[in-house]
């Protein structure tokens, strides 16, 4: 069935080490493409999005990497800091034209940057 | 620039009653979205509401209603809750402007059914 997924259910990293969260979806149609940030008690936070005609997008530290070909994602944080622990989610939007904006989220990495 | 909030943050309720959550969006933004997030699994799509109706729902059944106000603020609304039904609840808001633009999401209510 359609869905979006995680290889790697925990990650831990050294203080300073680059990480590289990865993510699988099903879904040709999406177009559209989050990675948030989830800390313990809080809801989502966005990081970077990307659209289905970019394969690279960067940001403060963060750069999204999307390769339609095989349907993967990737996120990748650069000198990654005890901030940075916390579950990660990619998430696609199924909508089409605007009419139906729905997210669907993968079940989330767990990142601990170990100091 | 205010953020999402919702209220209240945490409840306990028993199998069978009702509950309603609220939900104010983000400044200058119109649309505003619900999502279930169980323990451990990422949130899941319950519905959408623009101009004060639904548009779009996920798999829930109709138990699961919602609101919203003419100031775009939100409720959702559930009856004769089930012991599965104890999740944080995610309220998002995002402009329809800016569609594909991220949703920003509030902290949630958490909701235990004992």
């Known amino acids: 069935g359609e869905s979006v997924g995680l290889h790697l259910p925990t990650l831990s990293v050294q203080e300073g080490d680059n990480s590289i969260i990865n993510c699988a979806y099903s879904?040709?149609?999406?177009?559209?493409f989050i990675w948030y940030k989830q800390e313990s008690g809080k809801g989502p936070q966005f990081i970077i999005d990307i659209r289905s005609n970019m394969d690279k997008r960067q940001g403060q530290r963060v750069t999204v990497l999307l390769n339609k070909t095989v349907k993967h994602l990737s996120l990748q944080i650069a000198a990654t800091q005890p901030g940075d622990s916390a579950v990660y989610f990619c998430a696609e939007n199924r909508g089409s034209g605007g009419s139906n904006y729905k997210l669907t989220f993968g079940k989330g990495t767990l990142l601990t940057v170990n100091p | 620039e205010t953020g999402v909030t919702q209220s209240p943050t945490h409840l306990i309720k028993t199998r069978g009653q009702q509950v309603t959550l609220r939900c104010s969006s983000q400044?200058?933004?119109?649309?505003v979205s619900w999502y279930q997030q169980a323990l451990g699994q990422g949130p899941q799509f319950i519905f959408q509401?623009?101009?004060?109706?639904?548009?779009g729902r996920g798999n829930f059944p109709p138990r699961f209603s919602g609101l919203q106000f003419p100031n775009y603020s939100s409720e959702l609304n559930v009856n004769a809750l089930e012991l599965d039904d104890s999740a944080l609840y995610l309220c998002a808001s995002s402009s329809r402007q800016g569609y594909n633009s991220p949703l920003h999401f509030g902290n949630g209510t958490r909701l235990t059914v004992t």
């Open positions: 879904n040709s149609a999406s177009d559209y």
């Open positions: 400044s200058g933004h119109n649309t």
């Open positions: 509401y623009y101009r004060e109706e639904e548009n």
